[in-house]
């Protein structure tokens, strides 16, 4: 079973990336996104929403499901989220390698990191914000670009993949 993790800051391309995948995809993008469907409101409003009243816990908690779900039925999958720290992929995959070994499954991951211009990133997001009505604070994207780590075989993954 092959589970596909993406590495790379907010609009690097990593969603547009997991679309072309013949993978289920793993992120908690589509529960805030399913929220602010069901409401009637925005992304960035929804994504506000659940984060102050700590609603993202439990769409983090349906990502962890389903995430196990997949492994337990060989489902490949790709996870969707920024993953930009090497601590926290460490712990990602080693959950990863947990759920594999209770369920007795065998799992090759593989890592897809995106190293994209930050212009270019501004640029993804400005057409984003216009076609998708979907935002996120300058602040937090600069956040994201300070704290990329190129991510290494020595994390845990099984082969790693750069994306221009």
């Known amino acids: 079973m092959l589970i596909t993790i993406l590495v790379g800051s907010s609009g690097s391309g990593k969603s547009t990336h997991a679309k072309t995948l013949n993978q289920v995809i793993c992120s ?3 529960y805030v996104e399913e929220q602010a469907n069901t409401l009637g409101i925005s992304y960035d409003n929804s ?3 659940s984060q102050s009243s700590g609603i993202f816990k439990k769409f983090t908690k349906y990502f962890y499901d389903e995430i196990e779900y997949c492994i337990k039925n060989n489902i490949d999958f790709v996870i969707d989220r920024t993953n930009l720290g090497s601590e926290i992929r460490c712990s990602l995959i080693l959950k990863l390698r947990k759920m594999a070994k209770i369920y007795g499954k ?3 991951i ?8 930050e212009n270019v990133i501004w640029q993804r997001l400005e057409h984003r914000k216009v076609i998708e009505n979907k935002s996120i604070p300058s602040m937090l994207i600069l ?3 300070e704290k990329y780590e190129m991510p290494t075989i020595e994390e845990g993954f099984d082969y ?3 994306k221009p």
């Open 47 to 49: 994504f506000n929403m």
């Open 28 to 30: 908690t993008d589509k």
């Open 106 to 108: 065998k799992i090759t």
């Open 143 to 145: 956040e994201q670009i």
């Open 110 to 117: 593989k890592g897809v990191y995106f190293i994209i211009p």
């Open 160 to 162: 790693l993949i750069k």
